[in-house]
């Protein structure tokens, strides 16, 4: 049984929850499921969404959801969720969900051992990662593993690369139209990414972010980039951090932290109104928060979690949390509406195939315009 179910049980005894969970499809399937039963007026009580416009564009802006600014204040989570994230999940000033976990979406991982024999360190730039992957490749081993064969992870990286060419303040700007897709950081990004195809495996469009992260595994690659769910399946797998695998922000990101958080919201209708705002109480509480995020391979949303339930690399991450500049990813449904985050994919995906830097840049440009973005 999910941990917070049985916390909410011994608060709220006597409440049956019942798990209406839409597997498949990476999540098509329920987003699917959600629209038909909220426009249809058979809401949930609550659903998972990640915060942001992946929320915002589809159910706050047209009004089935409803603020949750007065449990903020009742609860204390202004005090205890960092303003960034609290941004993040709000609309017009309003929170409209509650980060119930946080992943990082910008990490570089490494063998520590293939690093070790070779004297390497963890690049910090994308000029040191140039450096590092040149030795490794004189050494014959793939120097970065991707699998992009679902077009997400491919725009994952590209999403990383971006934060490093424009900064926080620059990246955020992509998303309120202040900084241009047409303009010299964005260019700077996709050559650099240009640059950086050259050192991954052949095999890329056949594989998957697991399958990609399996490679450090085998010895068959020395990096990859992707979300801390990568740190989740080495463990799976019996690795362990700072022993068999390393980490590092992703090059040129030092400082700045890419959100990726999952959470839930109230419907205007919920059918279990005064339930289904338990459960949110139990879902942002600190109780909640420290028995869930260590299973699940992520840190808290609140910044009182006990770090000692936590492993070494969830305890990096949470201190990076709580000082770094919090980003917001596209990618994941944060930053950017869901129209614009299916052309990026696309466009990132073509990108991979014919690195045409202008071609690339016109086309996000357009994108941006198209889902009133940018002009």
């Given at each position: 049984?999910?941990?917070?179910?049985?916390?909410?049980?011994?608060?709220?005894?006597?409440?049956?929850?019942?798990?209406?969970?839409?597997?498949?499809?990476?999540?098509?399937?329920?987003k699917a499921v959600l629209?038909?039963?909220?426009?249809?007026?058979?809401?949930?009580?609550?659903?998972?969404?990640?915060?942001?416009?992946?929320?915002?564009?589809?159910?706050?802006?047209?009004?089935?959801?409803?603020?949750?600014?007065?449990?903020?204040?009742?609860?204390?989570?202004?005090?205890?969720?960092?303003?960034?994230?609290?941004?993040?999940?709000?609309?017009?000033?309003?929170?409209?969900?509650?980060?119930?976990?946080?992943?990082?979406?910008?990490?570089?991982?490494?063998?520590?051992?293939?690093?070790?024999?070779?004297?390497?360190?963890?690049?910090?730039?994308?000029?040191?990662?140039?450096?590092?992957?040149?030795?490794?490749?004189?050494?014959?081993?793939a120097p970065l593993a991707?699998?992009?064969?679902?077009?997400?992870?491919?725009?994952?990286?590209?999403?990383?690369?971006?934060?490093?060419?424009?900064?926080?303040?620059?990246?955020?700007?992509?998303?309120?139209g202040k900084t241009s897709?047409?303009?010299?950081?964005?260019?700077?990004?996709?050559?650099?990414?240009?640059?950086?195809?050259?050192?991954?495996?052949?095999?890329?469009?056949?594989?998957?972010?697991?399958?990609?992260?399996?490679?450090?595994?085998?010895?068959?690659?020395?990096?990859?980039?992707?979300?801390?769910?990568?740190?989740?399946?080495?463990?799976?797998?019996?690795?362990?951090?700072?022993?068999?695998?390393?980490?590092?922000?992703?090059?040129?990101?030092?400082?700045?932290?890419?959100?990726?958080?999952?959470?839930?919201?109230?419907?205007?209708?919920?059918?279990?109104?005064?339930?289904?705002?338990?459960?949110?109480?139990?879902?942002?509480?600190?109780?909640?928060?420290?028995?869930?995020?260590?299973?699940?391979?992520?840190?808290?949303?609140?910044?009182?979690?006990?770090?000692?339930?936590?492993?070494?690399?969830?305890?990096?991450?949470?201190?990076?949390?709580?000082?770094?500049?919090?980003?917001?990813?596209?990618?994941?449904?944060?930053?950017?509406?869901?129209?614009?985050?299916?052309?990026?994919?696309?466009?990132?995906?073509?990108?991979?195939?014919?690195?045409?830097?202008?071609?690339?840049?016109?086309?996000?440009?357009?994108?941006?315009?198209?889902?009133?973005?940018?002009?």
């Amino acid at each position: 049984m999910d941990c917070r179910r049985w916390i909410y049980k011994k608060r709220f005894p006597g409440v049956e929850i019942i798990n209406a969970t839409v597997a498949g499809g990476a999540g098509t399937n329920a987003k699917a499921v959600l629209k038909t039963r909220m426009t249809g007026g058979d809401p949930p009580d609550s659903f998972q969404v990640h915060g942001g416009e992946e929320l915002t564009s589809t159910w706050v802006t047209t009004g089935f959801m409803e603020s949750l600014g007065a449990l903020y204040q009742s609860e204390g989570w202004n005090k205890v969720f960092p303003k960034d994230l609290i941004d993040i999940v709000s609309y017009r000033g309003q929170p409209y969900s509650v980060p119930v976990n946080v992943h990082r979406g910008n990490v570089l991982w490494y063998n520590k051992k293939v690093f070790d024999e070779n004297n390497l360190k963890a690049p910090t730039t994308w000029d040191e990662f140039f450096t590092v992957a040149e030795t490794l490749k004189m050494k014959g081993i793939a120097p970065l593993a991707l699998g992009d064969k679902n077009k997400w992870e491919a725009a994952h990286l590209f999403e990383d690369i971006l934060v490093a060419s424009l900064g926080a303040n620059g990246y955020r700007g992509l998303w309120n139209g202040k900084t241009s897709w047409t303009g010299d950081g964005v260019k700077k990004a996709l050559d650099t990414y240009a640059r950086i195809l050259s050192y991954v495996n052949n095999d890329h469009a056949a594989g998957t972010w697991d399958s990609a992260t399996q490679m450090l595994i085998d010895r068959k690659a020395a990096m990859t980039i992707m979300g801390d769910w990568a740190a989740g399946y080495f463990t799976s797998k019996g690795w362990k951090p700072n022993v068999d695998y390393g980490f590092a922000p992703a090059p040129g990101t030092g400082g700045t932290f890419v959100v990726v958080t999952d959470t839930f919201g109230l419907p205007r209708k919920a059918p279990h109104r005064a339930e289904a705002l338990n459960w949110l109480k139990v879902a942002g509480s600190k109780e909640g928060q420290e028995a869930f995020n260590p299973l699940k391979g992520s840190i808290c949303g609140r910044t009182d979690c006990d770090l000692n339930k936590f492993d070494a690399y969830l305890k990096s991450s949470a201190a990076d949390f709580s000082k770094n500049a919090l980003v917001p990813s596209e990618v994941h449904g944060s930053a950017a509406p869901e129209g614009f985050a299916t052309a990026f994919n696309d466009v990132v995906n073509f990108f991979v195939t014919n690195k045409n830097v202008a071609s690339a840049q016109r086309a996000l440009q357009k994108a941006c315009a198209d889902n009133k973005m940018c002009k």
